[in-house]
């Protein structure tokens, strides 16, 4: 199943796309759906397996627009 981590940033965004492609981790970069109920923006998609290497990147990279991670 795959999980979906919201950004309000465009850049961080893709500055965790980049991430996790040096990672090697699996990942597509979509705009952010509208049944979220979120600002606009872009989103991260990813295997949820990856869900806490996900988490420990957002925080390293000090990605601060991130809105969480949701399935």
């Keep these: ?36 109920g979120l600002s606009c923006g872009l989103s991260v998609v990813f295997n949820e397996a990856h869900s806490e290497r996900v988490r420990s990147l957002i925080s390293e990279k000090g990605l601060t627009t991130s809105l969480g991670i949701y399935r």
Excluded: G
């Design 1 to 36: 199943m795959n999980n979906i981590a919201p950004f309000r940033s465009r850049s961080e965004a893709l500055k965790l796309s980049r991430a996790l492609n040096d990672a090697h981790i699996a990942n597509i970069v979509i705009n952010t759906p509208r049944n979220l």
